[in-house]
């Protein structure tokens, strides 16, 4: 199947796809892997502020697009590995703007310009139930307790925090916030163990937060299997564009049927993987009342598949693909990252069985 883009969104994605290539080419990725406590570029980050990217999940009337521009957003952030917080942060700045309160509306401007990093601890992403994952507290005005894989936690401004009591918002103070990074596979992708007991705001009560928190589950595993598919398109050009320059036996490798196969078949699950993620994406936009089910399905499929083409990649490009100088290895770790965050694999399988049994 092939969605083909309107004017608006073709303009999107060519202007996304410059304005990244000069602003987060993959040096600027390896400097953050390498060197960057803040686990990201803030200029960057700023700059997409500026240009509204954090909101674009909010109401056209809000400034926003819509959840196929944020699919194609992502989609060009996946193909450079852009290291940062945009997709964790503009789901925050949705999760605020459904909270319908003034503190929080007030956090929803700040953020959805960029002046401020607003991200979501949660008990477990994706997770229809709460499992093993400690939940803070919320009481006297505080919240008190352990977040745990709180994705750029430890750089944040501000946590919106789920609670049993509901959503809590609690800004940064001096004390009473102590956040660990924790070791990750995907150096430019952070995530924070922390220990709150500061000041918040109850910002949704637990009925408005459930019903809230079930609606941003699928929009995060939409974004992040568009982020995958960025991945997926950049591995397969790289790859091809490698076998037309290597040669061996007189002619180009990519002359060879063997491996012409291979990326035939990395090639098919590239665009399957498109078709399930625009497909979802045009589902979430006009409000289909499968939307939750084919946006689990999008990231099921997309998960695995990345991690297909991304392996073929580095075993097509030989002993260079698995250097640390070569860049392969940023997008595979990108996808094992993606794959197992915003709802792994395994979760979304059966969320995507569960929505289909119920429809």
């Known amino acids: 199947m092939r969605f083909d883009l309107g004017d608006e969104h073709s303009l999107l994605r060519s202007s996304t796809r410059e304005l990244l290539e000069q602003e987060a080419p993959l040096s600027e990725m390896r400097s953050v892997m390498e060197q960057s406590i803040e686990g990201y570029s803030k200029p960057l980050h700023s700059k997409l502020g500026d240009l509204g990217y954090p909101g674009l999940l ?24 852009l290291p940062g917080p945009f997709l964790d942060q503009a789901l925050a700045v949705w999760l605020l703007a459904a909270c319908e309160n003034k503190v929080a509306a007030e ?19 994706g997770a229809r139930t709460a499992r093993s994952v400690a939940t803070p507290s919320f009481s006297d005005g505080r919240v008190r307790g352990r977040a745990t894989f709180v994705p750029f936690g430890a750089q944040a401004d501000a946590l919106l925090v789920e609670t049993n009591e509901g959503l809590v918002l609690a800004e940064r103070p001096g004390t009473g916030w102590e ?15 922390i220990e709150l007991d500061v000041a ?22 939409l974004g992040a299997a568009a982020m995958l598919l960025g991945v997926m398109d950049r591995a397969l050009e790289v790859t091809t564009a490698y076998l037309s320059e290597r040669s061996a036996f007189g002619a180009p490798i990519g002359s060879f049927q063997a491996l012409q196969h291979r990326c ?36 099921a499929y997309a998960g695995p598949a990345a991690r297909f083409v991304c392996g073929q990649a580095l075993q097509l490009h030989g002993g260079v693909g698995f250097t640390w100088e070569y860049d392969l290895h940023i997008y595979l770790k990108r996808t094992k990252t993606l794959e197992q965050f915003h709802g792994s694999t395994g979760s979304q399988i059966e969320a995507a069985l569960l929505l289909r049994d119920a429809q």
């Not at 705001?201 to 595993?221: E, F, G, N, Q, W």
């Open 58 to 81: 909010l109401p056209e009337a809000d400034g926003g697009m819509g959840p196929i521009a944020f699919a194609v957003v992502l989609e060009e952030m996946g193909r450079v590995a």
């Open 179 to 193: 956040a660990q990074d924790l070791p990750t596979l995907d150096h430019a992708q952070r995530f924070a163990e």
């Open 107 to 125: 956090w929803c401007r700040r953020a959805a310009k960029g002046d401020t990093l607003v991200v979501l601890a949660r008990r477990e992403w």
């Open 200 to 221: 918040g705001a109850l910002v949704a009560d637990s009925s408005t937060a459930r019903s809230a928190l079930a609606k941003i589950d699928p929009l995060a595993a």
């Open 264 to 299: 035939a078949d990395m090639l098919l699950q590239t665009e399957s993987a498109r078709s399930a993620v625009y497909r979802a994406s045009w589902a979430a936009e006009s409000g289909a009342p499968d939307d939750a089910y084919l946006a689990a399905v999008a990231k």
